[in-house]
């Protein structure tokens, strides 16, 4: 048996019940073997892939808080410090009822290469919890906030460990969370990422994810010869990563047609408003069904459908798995040439499989969506620097990091013999950096 597949059958052997850091590990490790066949001596000795899969820590903790009916709720709350070889462990915090430690160490395991691809130095790490913000009074989710920063606190840092937000983790739970991390530690720095523009926060830090992840589409087309302008585009979700897709899509000339929450989907044939949808989603905090209220033309349908509209660009930007494989065979029944993946993992293995072998440009994840992370890593240099950079700074460096991010990946997937498999290139071109830093740094 090979190395890399010895080291996937420990995974799934001492990790049961945990099927998304099954499949993150499995899709990494097929990916790279390449690399590991060539040094697989080197890195039997130094156990380096044992090392790889195995956080550096993993904590989890009870987060009492009380309700406004004077009720205590008990919440678990995670955070997994996978590896940090090349920096401070840095990846988001989810408050979602399906966070469990199964879910946290697969976002944490491909948050060590989407932050090693995005250039900058940070390692990866994820956190979260199983509360459900939805439903809940400000002041529930600030008693929620502070009890569960009351023990992270113990082991984040500006230059340890620095989480950002996630699904169900916006501006008002960041500056709940960092209220209360200032009150406990008595510091003032930059902890936490996506902060508010008034205490610290990077301007463009809320369109980063769906800026980023057009930037790389759009570099993605433009280097296979093909041109976003004009294009039709499908978009999952209507959360921050999807709103900001839609944005720049059609600032880039292309027209986009739906949006989706948990409940139904969106179609609208002339073009989603974003404007109607940032006051849907941001302002009111309401469901899709409100925006036939705003576009009569539009249709919305309950469950599940995106992937059925007509497109030549598709963006899953909702949640992982989302995108199965009888969507992908629509996709391309229906003429697609690109899917980019703006949330994490969204397209199941066999789906992504479909897409490539049907000639689909395919970029994943660790790639499309490191447009968050990236900002979030500019927001932490204006915190060492106690500057604020202007919009146009912060979109620029946004860009540029997007687009070498492409050229990296690209590179390395021809440098292995796998041209144009984006999937292949951002694996080895991730695991290469943090492979160079682990060996120099010793067995630690």
Not at 198 to 213: F, N, V
Not at 228 to 252: F, R
Request: hydrophobic share 35%; net charge negative; glycine share 10%.
């Amino acid at each position: 048996m090979s190395y890399v597949d010895e080291v996937i059958e420990r995974v799934e052997r001492e990790n049961p019940n945990e099927p998304e850091f099954h499949q993150a590990v499995r899709e990494v490790l097929d990916s790279i073997r390449p690399v590991v066949d060539a040094n697989e001596a080197a890195y039997r000795r130094d156990a380096l892939l044992e090392r790889l899969v195995n956080p550096e820590r993993q904590i989890k903790f009870r987060v009492p808080w009380i309700d406004d009916k004077g009720d205590v709720q008990v919440n678990t709350g995670y955070r997994v410090q996978f590896n940090s070889a090349i920096g401070p462990y840095k990846g988001g915090l989810r408050l979602h009822p399906s966070v469990n430690i199964g879910i946290i160490k697969f976002l944490g395991f491909e948050q060590i290469f989407k932050n090693s691809l995005t250039g900058l130095p940070i390692g990866g790490g994820k956190g979260g919890s199983d509360f459900n913000p939805k439903g809940k009074s400000d002041r529930e989710i600030m008693a929620f906030c502070q009890s569960f920063m009351s023990e992270l606190c113990k082991y984040i840092g500006a230059d340890t460990d620095v989480p950002a937000g996630d699904i169900g983790t916006g501006a008002r739970e960041i500056g709940y969370m960092f209220g209360q991390y200032k009150k406990l530690r008595g510091l003032f720095e930059g902890v936490l990422t996506g902060k508010g523009l008034s205490y610290g926060g990077s301007l463009a830090r809320t369109e980063a994810t769906g800026y980023g992840l057009l930037y790389l589409t759009d570099e993605m087309l433009k280097k296979n010869g093909k041109d976003i302008k004009g294009k039709t585009v499908v978009v999952s979700g209507s959360g921050n990563v999807a709103i900001y897709a839609v944005e720049k899509a059609q600032q880039l000339g292309a027209k986009v047609v739906t949006v989706s929450d948990s409940n139904g989907w969106v179609y609208d044939p002339d073009g989603i408003d974003v404007a109607a949808l940032k006051e849907i989603k941001e302002v009111k905090r309401q469901r899709l069904t409100e925006y036939k209220n705003y576009r009569p033309n539009s249709e919305y349908h309950e469950g599940k459908g995106v992937w059925s509209i007509k497109a030549d660009i598709a963006l899953p930007c909702a949640t992982q798995n989302e995108l199965e494989l009888d969507d992908a065979k629509t996709l391309v029944k229906n003429g697609v040439i690109a899917v980019a993946e703006g949330a994490n993992m969204p397209t199941t293995a066999d789906a992504t499989k479909y897409l490539q072998e049907n000639g689909v440009l395919f970029a994943p994840g660790k790639a499309a969506n490191a447009g968050g992370v990236a900002t979030s890593a500019l927001e932490m240099s204006q915190n060492s620097e106690r500057l604020s950079w202007s919009f146009e700074k912060v979109d620029s460096k946004l860009k540029d990091i997007m687009v070498n991010l492409f050229d990296n990946i690209d590179d390395a997937a021809k440098r292995y013999g796998f041209p144009g498999n984006y999937v292949v290139g951002a694996n080895i071109a991730g695991f290469e950096k943090v492979v160079d830093a682990m060996n120099a740094q010793g067995i630690v």
